[in-house]
């Protein structure tokens, strides 16, 4: 199983990003993909899960009507479009397969001015 993020940077408060991450070695459309963040000090924190069949969505309280997951089953990514971005949106931001359990690398992700 590989997971490959990319898409992280530097952007101005009230930017925007989309991150993707490219997934291998298993069955893509068959697991729910999440996208968690771990900003420096804190503990890694859940963003946004989309389910495997019917691409349900759910976002931490923190960056719903912000952040939009997304998923190409075709192309074996999720996506993470990330809008009005925030000072508190700086971290390091991983893709998770569920029920796998396994990671990516992460991408940083910092939003300053």
């Known amino acids: 199983v590989q997971l490959v993020e990319s898409g992280g940077g530097l952007v101005e408060p009230g930017g925007s990003l989309r991150l993707s991450c490219a997934a291998s070695?298993?069955?893509?459309?068959?697991?729910?993909m999440s996208w968690y963040r771990q900003a420096p000090g804190k503990e890694r924190e859940l963003v946004a899960f989309?389910?495997?069949?019917?691409?349900?969505?759910n976002y931490a309280d923190s960056v719903k009507g912000r952040f939009t997951i997304s998923r190409d089953n075709a192309k074996n990514t999720v996506y993470l479009e990330m809008n009005s971005l925030k000072f508190e949106d700086t971290a390091v931001y991983y893709c998770?397969?569920?029920?796998?359990?396994?990671w990516g690398q992460g991408t940083q992700v910092t939003v300053s001015s």
């Open positions: 070695g298993f069955t893509f459309s068959r697991y729910g």
């Open positions: 998770k397969v569920q029920v796998l359990g396994y």
């Open positions: 989309i389910s495997s069949a019917i691409s349900i969505t």
